[in-house]
């Protein structure tokens, strides 16, 4: 069953499994099939526009071994901002753009660390060159 989806003005066609009433052929809503539907037509978005997907930004924060909380303090964001992004908002373009620098290499983490060092808690600060130390 193919379904179009518009995600901020675009749009795009996404064929997934549906469920269908075996007595009179209609569609039944199955809530599983339209989240995948959906997941998938947010994964062509994000594939068109260079967006990071909550999982990858899950990921590096998890790399970091940082709380969303001092994640967010990091970057420079709210917490509410963060825990949006990870549960699947997308992020602005100068989110996005600073997370892909920052994951691009760790010297980028450094550099960034050392150039906004005032704005950043010492113990972040502490805890990501602990982590980055230990991959080195």
């Known amino acids: ?7 901020k003005g675009h749009s795009y066609s996404v064929t997934a499994p549906a469920r269908f009433d075996s007595e009179t052929n209609t569609l039944v809503d199955d809530s599983e099939f339209d989240d995948r539907a959906t997941e998938k ?3 062509m ?3 068109e526009f260079g967006l990071l997907s909550p999982k990858k930004i899950k990921d590096f924060r998890n790399r ?17 901002t ?3 992004y990870e549960a699947g ?16 290499d760790d ?4 550099d960034y660390i ?11 600060q502490e805890q990501v060159n602990k982590v980055l130390r230990s991959g080195d």
């Open 45 to 47: 978005y994000q594939d």
């Open 107 to 110: 010297r980028n983490i450094r």
């Open 41 to 43: 037509a947010r994964e």
């Open 64 to 80: 970091l071994t940082l709380n969303q909380q001092d994640f967010a303090q990091l970057i420079g964001v709210s917490p509410n």
């Open 114 to 124: 050392a150039a906004n060092a005032q704005q950043i808690p010492s113990r972040i």
């Open 1 to 7: 069953y193919t379904n179009i989806f518009v995600i």
């Open 82 to 84: 963060m825990a949006l």
């Open 89 to 104: 908002a997308f992020p602005t373009t100068a989110h996005n753009r600073l997370l892909k620098l920052l994951m691009h």
